[in-house]
């Protein structure tokens, strides 16, 4: 029946008795007439019904979770096909990226390692030079769209200090998000790598400068008297390109730890001091440091150790240990709340 208003087409249907149960308010049908052919770089996709659907046409349906049951005269949507039923309830993003790396059709959008929708097309704009990527995303993701959202494309990476991300060798190069704040927001352009991110835990998040960066990486330990006090979450050029600026986060209990004049060192590695008449000094912070590399600290004692520091405080990183540094021993005391209810900074 044509129906003017709407400006759509009312098909009725009748189920027969003994399937009606399988039909509820969650239930979505699709058109299964004929043959559909869909194809890309990455295979043919053939999809159809049964043979008398393929000559007759047809109708098909799928229900994702139960529903209420319904009466007779419950009007559905009749979607093109079952991709277009599947994602009739999720939220459509546009990504752009300047390089291809793998995209294509069908590709996954992760968010903290868990799938949370994929790649329904890819197709090039700005005469071949941009890709630009349309994604389906799970209907509770779109709490994640914010105006500072990001999204990046995650590869494998090989170097000397290590490997990421192997798991993209078996299943292919994924899309990762890093949620952001504001307004919401569909279309986004891709950053080249992975964000550096303020680490959200409870700690005291500073950045360290050095001239190399070394064999250090993201995830690297941060020890105080070998014991892990933090981590490296991140790194990135200066805006100069002088210097490496490595973003740590310092764990909420050692925080009273960190002072205005502590000092910063590169652990990694086994450090060779000494002569052929003085002897030869070999040094590793710990096994863990030597193997995966780290950063040790040292603070002054308490007349020179100086005031604690709040979040973004820079310190240089240096490339290796004075002796003096190892002498120190000073006594710090956990911030705690005198009877008067004010901070005290334990000295």
Same mark, same amino acid.
């Given at each position: 029946m044509l129906r003017e208003k709407e400006d759509d087409i009312l098909l009725t249907c009748i189920i027969k008795k003994q399937y009606a149960d399988l039909v509820y308010s969650t239930s979505r049908f699709y058109n299964v007439s004929g043959i559909e052919v869909n194809a890309d770089f990455s295979g043919i996709k053939i999809q159809?019904?049964?043979?008398?659907?393929?000559?007759?046409?047809?109708?098909?349906?799928?229900t994702p979770e139960k529903g209420e049951n319904v009466i007779d005269g419950k009007t559905y949507p009749l979607y093109d096909d079952y991709e277009a039923?599947?994602?009739?309830?999720?939220?459509?993003? +546009?990504? &752009? !990226?300047?390089?291809?790396?793998?995209?294509?059709?069908? @590709?996954?959008v992760k968010y903290h390692g868990i799938e949370i929708g994929k790649v329904s097309n890819v197709f090039y704009e700005n005469n071949m030079e941009t890709i630009t990527?349309?994604?389906m995303l799970e209907k509770d993701a779109a709490t994640l769209l914010?105006? +500072?959202? &990001? !999204?990046?494309?995650?590869?494998?990476?090989?170097?000397? @200090?290590?490997?990421?991300?192997?798991?993209?060798?078996?299943?292919?190069?994924?899309?990762?998000?890093a949620p952001g704040d504001g307004a919401l927001r569909v279309e986004y352009s891709a950053l080249q790598e992975a964000p550096v991110i303020v680490d959200k835990r409870p700690g005291l998040n500073i950045v360290l400068e050095?001239?190399?960066?070394?064999?250090?990486?993201?995830?690297?330990?941060?020890?105080?008297r070998k014991v892990v006090v933090g981590e490296v979450i991140g790194y990135k050029l200066s805006p100069s390109f002088q210097k490496v600026l490595l973003n740590v986060i310092i764990y909420k209990p050692f925080m009273p730890v960190i002072r205005e004049n502590t000092k910063f060192w590169n652990a990694s590695g086994i450090h060779v001091s000494g002569g052929v008449l003085s002897g030869l000094s070999v040094s590793t912070e710990s096994i863990e440091g030597l193997l995966a590399g780290g950063i040790s600290l040292a603070t002054p004692n308490n007349d020179k150790m100086g005031d604690t520091v709040t979040d973004g405080e820079h310190f240089p990183l240096y490339g290796e240990v004075e002796d003096a540094w190892l002498k120190w021993s000073p006594e710090i005391m956990p911030e705690e709340k005198n009877a008067e209810g004010e901070k005290r900074k334990g000295v």
């Amino acid at each position: 029946m044509l129906r003017e208003k709407e400006d759509d087409i009312l098909l009725t249907c009748i189920i027969k008795k003994q399937y009606a149960d399988l039909v509820y308010s969650t239930s979505r049908f699709y058109n299964v007439s004929g043959i559909e052919v869909n194809a890309d770089f990455s295979g043919i996709k053939i999809q159809t019904g049964s043979m008398e659907t393929i000559l007759a046409g047809g109708i098909s349906f799928f229900t994702p979770e139960k529903g209420e049951n319904v009466i007779d005269g419950k009007t559905y949507p009749l979607y093109d096909d079952y991709e277009a039923a599947e994602n009739s309830d999720r939220v459509k993003i +546009t990504i &752009h !990226f300047n390089r291809s790396d793998g995209l294509k059709k069908g @590709v996954l959008v992760k968010y903290h390692g868990i799938e949370i929708g994929k790649v329904s097309n890819v197709f090039y704009e700005n005469n071949m030079e941009t890709i630009t990527v349309e994604a389906m995303l799970e209907k509770d993701a779109a709490t994640l769209l914010r105006d +500072t959202t &990001h !999204f990046w494309l995650v590869r494998p990476e090989f170097s000397l @200090v290590g490997t990421q991300h192997l798991d993209t060798l078996f299943g292919g190069p994924y899309i990762a998000i890093a949620p952001g704040d504001g307004a919401l927001r569909v279309e986004y352009s891709a950053l080249q790598e992975a964000p550096v991110i303020v680490d959200k835990r409870p700690g005291l998040n500073i950045v360290l400068e050095t001239e190399d960066l070394f064999s250090l990486k993201t995830g690297d330990h941060v020890y105080y008297r070998k014991v892990v006090v933090g981590e490296v979450i991140g790194y990135k050029l200066s805006p100069s390109f002088q210097k490496v600026l490595l973003n740590v986060i310092i764990y909420k209990p050692f925080m009273p730890v960190i002072r205005e004049n502590t000092k910063f060192w590169n652990a990694s590695g086994i450090h060779v001091s000494g002569g052929v008449l003085s002897g030869l000094s070999v040094s590793t912070e710990s096994i863990e440091g030597l193997l995966a590399g780290g950063i040790s600290l040292a603070t002054p004692n308490n007349d020179k150790m100086g005031d604690t520091v709040t979040d973004g405080e820079h310190f240089p990183l240096y490339g290796e240990v004075e002796d003096a540094w190892l002498k120190w021993s000073p006594e710090i005391m956990p911030e705690e709340k005198n009877a008067e209810g004010e901070k005290r900074k334990g000295v």
